[in-house]
């Protein structure tokens, strides 16, 4: 008598069971929340490699910088619109109009 018994229960309990991980894997944390997790990784994961990239290219050019005196001079005459004293310098375009008030 027992034997009916306990596949009943075994059958019930695998039935709580399998209801159970139903509702969990179909809930909020189930598994559109596991894809949409692995979205994001992937994604950042790709924003890194594109960080990573841009220090990579930011550290040559202040090796190239440090390495080289002539771009150096460069990069400072044209961050900082200086020019040496022999430099000769055209101005192209509408010089700026003082208010008419003044």
Known sequence: ???PFVRVAYVLA???VA???LVTLR???GIAALI???HQIQQLERQN???HQEIER???RINRLIDNP???ELEIRERLKLVQPHDKVYIIGQPDQAPAGK
Request: aromatic letters at 8%; a positive charge.
């Open 49 to 51: 490699l594109l960080l």
């Open 70 to 72: 002539t771009e150096q």
């Open 19 to 21: 209801g159970y991980a």
């Open 36 to 38: 949409d997790k692995q």
């Open 58 to 60: 930011r550290r040559e």
């Open 27 to 29: 809930g909020p944390r």
């Open 14 to 16: 695998f039935l709580a």
């Open 1 to 3: 008598m027992r034997s």
